[in-house]
């Protein structure tokens, strides 16, 4: 037996694979960017074909009663509020994840009078923190952002901060925060914690109520697999949703949106924190995905990306000695569901792979991203993409010219 058929074998025994038939994937293409943009799920060109014609189509706009579609925000809410440890109620479904993150930290200071500091870690996702320099700013009064390097977060809060603001996993090395021990850091000093889910929502447990958590958001076209542009997800701990006072206050989170009076009244929990009207196309598309996410065991989803992450690793070392830095935590327990490595021609090389049909993706300057979703992404695919890395390496085929002109999406 040959040591790809031993991986075969793996494949053969994972107890996740039925997942992959229930994607559409390609022929001859190894998908390693489910953390940028999730597979398709097969239900999900069925399910926006009925709401087209049998609801859109044929019902129009009695749809937005006869098929529930007012009710879609919290409905996907309460869904995704399963695989992050949070109750019904707490979740709910709009507009991207930098206005969510809007939305929440003008609420969160709104929580906290008398302290002007935003905390965050150097390395969190640009959005993240261009929402934060906005919003400080909008508001005045000696707001201010800081940053500090990720391993000193824990240690910078104090009677300071507002709020701490976190991406559970980083989009750039895959390093995983501690979302308990910051989530009780921020607490000990009586700041609120408010979590980036983006990368870790359907590759992982989490379980933002038993740390305690008070804010997250998360993007739904991940590991969500919600289709490109999906919608976000915002979470808000119930104890806190009677206090907030959405900054976008939309007709879709008043009190009654139907009785169209003049003055804006906050509904009850968490729907006050919707705000135009909802993208119906992209929430049954995010609802088909989160209900194939649900059926997976999400303990085994996180134990299969820890092995793939390490095989890949070693593969790596194995066929490519010498020729890439590891640039995620060498310590998988510390790692997300992707795995970085750096090279000054990285752009380049991964143009190259995609051109053979393995896809990871580059971020800036000089990071090659490998994301592995463990609903589709099988053993031998790790296999055969590392055996095309090093043909790749050994025979320098990024160095054609095609493969260093910088598309606009890298
Ligand atoms: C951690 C994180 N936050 C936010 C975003 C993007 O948010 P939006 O949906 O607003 O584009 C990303 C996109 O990759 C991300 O990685």
């Known amino acids: 037996m040959t040591d790809r058929a031993a991986w075969q074998r793996l494949d053969a025994d994972d107890p996740l694979r039925a997942f992959r038939e229930r994607f559409e994937l390609p022929d001859g293409v190894i998908y390693l960017d489910g953390n940028s943009l999730g597979a398709l799920p097969r239900a999900t060109p069925g399910r926006v074909a009925a709401l087209l014609h049998e609801a859109w189509g044929r019902d129009l706009i009695t749809s937005w009663n006869k098929h529930g579609w007012i009710d879609l925000p919290t409905r996907v809410g309460d869904k995704i509020a399963r695989l992050i440890g949070a109750a019904p109620s707490e979740v709910a479904v709009a507009d991207s994840t930098s206005v969510n993150l809007f939305k929440l930290l003008s609420g969160a200071l709104d929580l906290a009078p008398g302290r002007r500091v935003v905390l965050s870690d150097r390395g969190n996702f640009p959005t993240d923190l261009y929402i934060a320099q906005g919003l400080v700013g909008l508001r ?6 800081e940053v500090v390097d990720e391993a000193r977060v824990a240690a910078a809060i104090d009677a300071t ?23 009780a850091a ?16 359907g590759a992982m447990p989490i379980d933002l109520n038993a740390a305690g958590a008070d804010f997250a958001v998360g993007c739904g076209y991940k590991y969500l697999n919600g289709g490109p542009g999906a919608p976000a997800f915002l979470f808000i701990a119930a104890r806190h949703q009677a206090g907030i006072r959405p900054p976008l206050s939309g007709w879709m989170g008043h009190v009654a949106p139907f009785a169209f009076d003049h003055d804006y009244r906050p509904a009850a929990g968490i729907a006050r924190n919707l705000c135009g ?4 196309l992209s929430l049954v ?38 020729r890439f830095a590891l640039a995620s935590p060498a310590d998988p327990a510390a790692r997300g569901s992707q795995l970085c490595l750096s090279h000054p021609e990285g752009y380049a090389i991964v143009q190259a792979l995609i051109a053979r049909g393995v896809i990871p993706d580059f971020r800036a300057p000089d990071i090659l991203r490998f994301g592995f979703a463990p609903l589709y992404t099988r053993y031998v695919d790790i296999w055969d993409a590392v055996e095309q890395l090093a043909d790749i390496m050994a025979t320098r085929a990024w160095d054609a010219p095609q493969f260093h002109t910088r598309a606009k999406v890298t």
């Open 140 to 145: 005045g009064g000696g707001l201010a952002l």
């Open 161 to 183: 901060t507002a709020v701490v603001m976190l991406t559970h996993v980083n989009y750039r090395s895959g390093r995983m925060h501690d979302l308990a021990a910051l989530t």
């Open 186 to 201: 921020a607490h000990r000093a009586g700041a609120l914690m408010l979590w980036d889910l983006s990368h870790s929502a």
């Open 277 to 280: 009207t909802p993208a119906i």
């Open 285 to 322: 598309a995010l609802e088909s995905g989160v209900d194939l996410m649900l059926e997976a065991d999400l303990a085994a989803v996180r134990a299969k990306s820890r092995a793939l992450g390490e095989r890949f690793w070693a593969r790596v070392t194995e066929r490519c000695p010498g």
